[in-house]
């Protein structure tokens, strides 16, 4: 039993075993190492998707510009439902991006006298 100080005492020692409190740490160890392999293993799993989509991305560039090349035009594609990529990324962050609000002096300037 330890004193309320927080001391061991030196019969306590006697009884500590080396392999056992070993094999306690270990366990408490590995359970920690089975959660950061998992969060190794996703984020390595989402580095791979990433560039399997730069690749699928550059694959569509090219396969639009034949396209357009064999006589498509891009309003043809685009009633297909075939826009062109870099159009399509370009809207998109224009739509994640909005135009900041008018201020009132940009407000002023439209409003008639």
Do not use: C, F
Not at 12 to 36: F, G, M, W, Y
Not at 88 to 101: G, M, Y
């Amino acid at each position: 039993m330890q004193p309320s100080d927080g001391t061991v005492k030196l019969e306590d020692i006697s009884n500590l075993n080396i392999e056992k409190t070993q094999e306690q740490a270990r366990r408490l160890l590995d359970s920690r190492i089975v959660s950061v392999t998992g969060l190794v293993t996703a984020r390595q799993r989402v580095a791979d998707l990433k560039d399997q989509l730069a690749d699928a991305e550059r694959d569509s560039k090219k396969a639009y510009v034949r396209a357009t090349k064999d006589g498509w035009t891009p309003e043809e594609l685009k009633k297909l439902g075939l826009e062109n990529p870099a159009a399509t990324k370009r809207n998109a962050a224009r739509k994640n991006h909005p135009a900041p609000p008018a201020t009132d002096a940009q407000a002023g300037a439209s409003m008639p006298a």
